[in-house]
Each structure stands twice: as structure tokens, then as C-alpha cells.
């Protein structure tokens, strides 16, 4: 490749001069970021002028698996890694906007080399934070957290948020638009505090969440957002959501089994521009029980993709769901995890006297149905998509146990109003 | 330019021209979509009207020389028709850097003068690509870097956190001849509290430099046993009371641990360098190859010390983080 070096390298000392190190600063910095760290840091070996280019790196991204070896036990593992960041921090002189860190691997078993890190970076205008940490116990976010006021992007994992005493630390943050928090538990009742004090927040998502508390969320420019976890209360405010994901996992034990207190009917209600709804787990039970029937004026047109844990049996639920589909003109795609707690079926006609509206599934390309029991209540809203949906190319039916074979063949001799409908049974 | 795209394109003679000015005084002409890929240009003519005839060409910045524009030209005109799919851009990407290393490191000066952006990471990367993964011969071989680093530099037991087994074996090599020229030192001396002073300040001295730990690699892949033990408050005997055998142990090991201890670490503990570690996982290959290169250097120091000792006296410490000693 270097055709040039090969013919000088006799007057080597003489003639050559430096390609690389008369780039300006931003370049270099550029350039030893797009390596791995440890690379990066290995420059200093090549000559007077990179001596210390490495100190002044502002996006920095440690990987727990660019410092072990094969030899090495965990131990050894964790320390090289450890060793290796605190003196890269010591070491570093200048802004740092970038920092990640992704532990896959390596079990950090402090907390306190976390804090410390954190500390230094509240110190150097951080911008974006990615502590991917994989560790036996959560660690407590660090008060000095809240304190790096140019944060636009945070990602944090295994961790504990303690709201109690938000209010009076943070001032919040003005840049956030993305906060991502994962495998983590919330204590207090401030989170919404938290929202509210990030008046740019576009993306919130928390997975595998736990809290007992209240999270009130209210945010007029958040797009999207995303619930996974365990949760008792939850209070949404964000009309001008594109996305809502919400997933309340189910688990018995007592804190866990009460009711979900969850303002679900205005919530959907009021997120009229949403394009993308997933709604998993016991949520359902949390609907007034006419609410979106009467009150529901607007259309959600840009709704294309919904998915929804249902028990079909439930009256309520059938009801919503129905109610949902009518008022979706543009759906695309529906995604239905059915579940039957009782058998307790709707009416015989009732799918049949469903309102069909004109728009009913007009655009409605696929419908996956997972765990299909051939209920007749299942049945029912089959049949009712098969002859209402002219542009359906493909119903995928994933049975729960065996489907009785009578079953089977009346579904596959239901009338079809697409000619393209293909019907897969897995 | 293939025929399909003159056909997205207007037709010859209805397009427009932006004349360009390299900082060499060459004129050129180029289409005008061509030239509004690039933000700088896109400016230029916008705000200051410039570039619409000969006499008004737009001024390039100094770094943009003719063959980078070329190049840049080159890359615009393909990215700027938009019906392309990103795996048409992906691969014409990966084409475009294969390049001479010297004339893609002016493609990205150039680039980055003329702020384009997407072409500056992609060269940038480019150059990663290039250094990643060779030795430090390799990549002063590629970019006629002068090797312009002294020994003691190099081997500057704070920059050791890589972990590279050559440079462990001759810090500690070298730690042992700073340990022996201590001890001569001492001898001479005849004031012994003040030699006592020295000794501590220059113990306190590697300690803060070498901040909790000195050659933070070079005792990780060691002993294993000894990582488990973390225990802070052991306060290790001073160098000249050491026991012979644990000679490389003194510079680096055996100091104090108050001075360079900071609150909220929980640091591990220094272990001193003992001579049955030298065979730490080291094939034997290797371990000849090192012994040879240790002994080279062995023979390297022994002639240039003892003169650096009678030069020594002036220098700050600041520039000689390992030669301490050469303060006094």
C-alpha cells in the first residue's frame, strides 16, 4: 500500500517528513478515537510530537473485553481493567465528551471506582455517558451525576436512582434528549421531577425498572418512551409520544399483585399522533371500563404498528381492543399475545354486531396471533380481520398446544376479503 | 460520469460552473452541484457570491492541494445523486480510501478545511484502520515519524499500561541499575542525614510519580495469589534495607504508601518484584530474545551512566522522572 516509503528508506532520516503529525489537533483527536483504547494510549511510544496527543481525547470507550486474556482468571480480569481506566483518567488532561464503558464480562465489584469516574467526568463538560456495567450489585447513581450539566445522552445500567433527594440537587438537565436506564430500581416519588427539569427529553426508556414509588411523567416534547418492568403506579403525560411502549412484567408476591394504578384510558387518549403502540402485561385492568368507547374523539392516523397482551374471553378487553382498531385507520401491522384467564365468553354475536366502520383495517398488511387457543371468542376476531382487511397479506397463527383439527379447517375455509391473505399456522 | 447519471443530471449545456482556486494559483471548473456538496463552498457562493467566472474563483484554504481536490471532487460528485442505495455508498466508500497513506492523510487535512464532514470520518477511520494493530516501528515506518523518543522515555514506568512484557523487564532492569547507582551514591556521601533526607524525597518522589502503583501492567499477570490479599495499610521497608535478592523490588515497590495514597481509592497493594517472576508466562522463545535485549541494554546503560552522573547536577526533576537521583 505505501508505495512511497519503500524507495526513500535509505535517506530515511533525511528526506521523510512527518504525514500525520501536522494535522490539526481536532484530526488527531478524531483519528486516535476511532482506536482501541489501549491503542490509542500506545501512540505515546511513536514520537516527541505524540508523546501526549492521547491525553486530550475527547471520546473515550473502554471495553471490558479488550483487556483480558485467556491466562487470566476474573480477578485479574477486573483489575487490569480497573488499573487501566483510573490511570487513563489520571493521566488525561483536557475535556472529555464521550465516555463508555461496557463491562460485559468483567464483574466490577465496587461501586466506588464508579463514583470516582464519575466525579472526573462531572469535571470535564461530559456529553454523552454509556456505563454498560454488568455488576453483582446495583451501585447507587452519585450525587456528582447530577451535577454534569452538558449531558445530552445518558445510558445506565445495574443501578439504583434514589429520588429522594433530587429536588434539591439537580438542577436537571438542559441538553438530555436521551435517557436510557436499564436493570435498574427507582426509589422515591421524584422521577417526574427528574423528566420535568429535562425540558429537551425526546427518548426515555427504562427496562426492567422496579419501583414502588410514583413515576409521574409529564413531558410535552417527549416522542419516545418506553415502561418495561415492575411498577405500581404510573402517571403519563406526554400527548406528543410517536412511540409508547409499556410493559408491566407479571409477578406474584404481594408488593407486586395489588392493581396497577395507571391512568391507561387518558394516557391513550391523549397520545393522538402515536405511531407505534405496545402495550404488554396486566395494563388492561387499569381501564374505566367504558372510557374509550364514548369518549374517544380523535382518529389515531398515524397509528401503523400495535401490540397487545389480550384475554379475548374478557369482555373489557375485547371491548378496547375493538374500540382501538376502529379508530386506527392506517394500522399496518397487528401483534396479539392472547391470554385467557377465564372462560368467560362475550356474547355469541359479538364479533359479528362489531361496529364495522368503513376504515376498519383498511390498511392492514399482517396480524400475528401467539397463543392461540381456537376460543370462539379468538376465533371470532379472526374471522372479523379475514373479512374486513382487503390488503392483508399474511395472518400467522402460533398455537398454544395443539389446535383441534375441526378448528383448523374452519379457519383456513374463512372468507377472505384479500386474495393475497395467506394464512400460516405455526 | 456514466450515462445514467447525465441523465439525472441536466443537460450539458444548461449546467452551471463553479470555478475553484487552489492555494498554488491552478484554476479549475466544476459542475455546480458538485461543489455545493461541499459545506465551505457551499458559503462561499451563497454568502460572497463568489466563484461564478474565472476572475472570481473561490479561494481555496491552504491545505486544499490539486490532487486532494480532485479526490474530493470525485467524492462528492458520487454522493450528491441522491437515488443511491447506502450499499452503493458503503462499497464506493471502501474504494475510495484504498490510497496511498501520504495522500490520505492530505485527503483528510484537505476534507476537514473544507468541512466535509462525512468524508472527514471516513478518512479518519481510514487512518485508524491503518495504525491499528502494528508495533510503534511499524507505524513511524508509514508515517515518517522520527523516532525521536530517549530510552528512559520510552520505558517511563508511568506510561506502562499496556502491559507489554518487553517494557516491563526493562523498567525493571532498569529500576535495578538506579537501585545499585543509589547505593554507590551512598557510599560516597559522608553526611548521612542528609543522605537519609535525599533517600526519602527521592522515595517520595517515585511514589508521587509513579503514582499508586508505577507499572500498573506489570504485575497483573504475575502473581495471582497476591491480587487477592488487598490490604492498605502495609508500609513496606525502605530500598537500602532490603535484602539483596529483592533488589529490583526497591524503586518502585518498597515506598511509603502515605504520601501517594488518595482518600477514596481502594487500592491494591504494591508487591515487590521478585526474581522468580521474571518467567512469568513467558515462552521461552520470547525469554531468550528478551535476555539478549536486556543484556544489550545492560551494556547500553553501564557506559552512558556513570557520565550522566556528573552531568546530572543541573537538571529539574520535572525531566528526568526516573533519574531522580541526577538532582542532587
Excluded at chain 1, 321 to 338: D, Y
Excluded at chain 1, 366 to 387: D, H, P, Q, W, Y
Aim: glycine share 6%; with cysteine.
Amino acid at each position: 500500500m505505501d508505495h512511497g516509503c519503500s524507495s526513500t528508506k535509505i535517506c530515511k532520516y533525511v528526506a521523510e517528513e512527518d504525514i500525520i503529525s501536522n494535522l490539526p489537533e481536532g484530526l488527531k483527536d478524531k483519528i486516535l478515537c476511532c482506536l482501541p483504547i489501549k491503542e490509542a494510549v500506545g501512540t505515546c511510544l511513536l514520537s516527541r510530537n505524540w508523546r501526549y496527543t492521547w491525553t486530550s481525547m475527547t471520546e473515550l470507550m473502554f471495553r471490558g473485553d479488550d483487556f483480558g486474556s485467556e491466562n487470566d482468571n476474573a480477578n485479574d480480569y477486573e483489575y487490569k481493567f480497573l488499573k487501566f481506566t483510573d490511570m487513563f483518567l489520571s493521566l488525561h488532561n483536557g475535556p472529555i465528551l464521550k465516555f463508555g464503558l461496557d463491562t460485559r464480562g468483567i464483574e466490577i465489584s465496587t461501586a466506588g471506582h464508579i463514583y470516582r469516574w464519575m466525579l472526573i467526568l462531572s469535571r470535564n463538560r461530559i456529553k454523552e455517558l454509556q456505563l454498560r456495567t454488568y455488576t453483582h450489585e446495583s451501585y447507587n447513581i452519585p450525587s456528582c451525576f447530577f451535577s454534569c450539566d452538558d449531558l445530552e445522552y445518558v445510558h445506565l445500567r445495574d443501578c439504583i436512582l434514589t429520588t429522594l433527594h433530587l429536588p434539591g440537587l439537580s438542577k436537571g438537565f438542559k441538553q438530555l434528549h436521551t435517557l436510557h436506564l436499564e436493570c435498574f430500581s427507582l426509589e422515591g416519588n421524584h422521577f417526574g421531577d427528574l423528566v420535568g427539569s429535562c425540558p429537551n427529553l425526546e427518548k426515555l426508556t427504562l427496562y426492567w425498572l422496579i419501583s414502588s414509588g410514583n413515576i409521574n411523567i409529564h413531558s410535552t416534547k417527549l416522542k419516545i418512551l418506553s415502561v418495561h418492568g415492575l411498577f405500581n403506579h404510573l402517571n403519563l403525560h406526554t400527548p406528543n409520544l410517536t412511540s409508547a411502549h409499556i410493559k408491566r412484567k407479571r409477578v406474584t408476591g404481594d408488593a407486586w399483585e395489588a392493581k396497577c394504578n395507571f391512568n391507561f384510558s387518558q394516557f391513550i387518549a391523549s397520545i393522538s399522533d402515536v405511531e407505534n403502540i405496545l402495550l404488554h402485561g396486566p395494563l388492561f385492568e387499569c381501564a374505566e371500563h367504558d372510557f374509550l368507547i364514548l369518549k374517544l374523539p380523535k382518529l389515531f392516523n398515524r397509528l401503523t404498528e400495535i401490540s397487545l397482551d389480550l384475554d379475548l374471553g374478557n369482555l373489557k378487553e375485547a371491548n378496547l381492543a375493538v374500540c382501538l382498531f376502529q379508530h386506527a385507520p392506517n394500522l399496518q401491522l397487528i401483534n396479539l399475545r392472547l391470554t385467557s384467564k377465564k372462560p368467560m365468553v362475550p356474547t355469541a354475536h359479538f364479533w359479528e354486531s362489531a361496529d364495522r366502520h368503513v376504515c376498519l383495517f383498511q390498511n392492514l398488511h399482517v396480524v400475528c396471533m401467539i397463543n392461540f387457543t381456537g376460543s370462539r371468542a379468538e376465533l371470532g376476531l379472526l374471522k372479523l380481520i379475514l373479512e374486513e382487511a382487503p390488503v392483508l397479506r399474511k395472518a400467522e397463527i402460533e398455537g398454544y398446544g395443539n389446535l383441534r383439527k375441526d378448528d383448523l379447517k374452519n379457519l383456513l375455509k374463512m372468507r377472505r376479503a384479500s386474495k393475497d391473505a395467506e394464512i400460516v399456522i405455526l | 460520469m456514466s450515462e445514467s447519471e447525465l441523465s439525472v443530471i441536466k443537460p450539458e449545456a444548461l449546467k452551471t460552473y463553479i470555478w475553484l482556486q487552489c492555494f498554488d494559483g491552478s484554476i479549475q471548473q466544476v459542475e455546480e452541484e458538485v461543489a455545493m456538496f461541499c459545506p465551505m463552498i457551499c458559503r462561499e457562493i451563497v454568502k460572497n457570491g463568489t466563484g461564478s467566472s474565472k476572475n472570481h474563483a473561490i479561494a481555496l484554504p491552504e491545505r486544499v492541494n490539486p490532487a486532494s481536490l480532485s479526490l474530493i471532487l470525485d467524492y462528492c460528485r458520487f454522493h450528491q445523486v441522491p437515488g443511491r442505495s447506502n450499499k452503493e455508498r458503503k462499497s464506493f466508500d471502501e474504494k475510495f480510501v484504498r490510497i496511498d497513506t501520504e495522500k490520505l492523510c492530505e485527503l483528510t487535512s484537505a476534507a476537514d478545511s473544507l468541512q466535509l464532514k462525512p468524508l472527514v470520518d471516513l478518512t479518519s477511520r481510514a487512518l485508524a484502520r491503518i495504525i491499528e494493530g502494528k508495533t510503534p516501528e511499524e507505524i513511524r515506518d508509514i508515517f515518517h515519524l522520527p523516532d525521536d523518543l530517549t530510552e528512559e522515555e520510552k520505558l517511563e514506568p508511568l506510561k506502562n499500561i499496556n502491559d507489554d512484557p518487553r517494557i516491563r523487564l526493562l523498567n525493571r532492569l532498569y529500576a535495578k541499575k538506579r537501585k545499585e547507582l543509589q547505593e554507590r551514591q551512598k557510599l560516597k556521601d559522608i553526611q548521612v542525614q542528609q543522605e537519609q533526607k535525599d533517600e526519602r524525597s527521592l522515595d517520595e518522589l517515585l511514589c508521587f510519580i509513579n503514582g499508586d502503583g508505577g507499572s500498573g501492567g506489570g504485575k497483573a499477570g504475575k502473581s495471582k495469589k497476591k491480587n487477592k490479599r488487598r490490604k492498605d495499610a502495609k508500609n513496606p521497608p525502605k530500598a537500602d534495607t532490603e535484602p539483596v535478592n529483592k533488589e529490583e523490588a526497591a524503586c518502585v515497590g518498597n515506598i511509603p504508601r502515605a504520601p501517594c495514597q488518595s482518600s477514596d481509592v481502594q487500592d491494591d497493594n504494591e508487591y515487590p518484584f521478585e526474581d522468580g517472576d521474571l518467567d512469568d508466562g513467558l515462552d521461552p522463545a520470547m525469554q531468550e530474545e528478551l535476555d539478549r535485549e536486556v543484556e544489550d541494554f545492560a551494556r547500553r546503560l553501564n557506559s552512558v551512566w556513570p557520565e550522566r552522573m556528573h552531568l546530572g547536577q543541573e537538571r529539574r526533576i520535572e525531566s528526568q522522572l526516573i533519574g531522580g537521583f541526577n538532582h542532587r
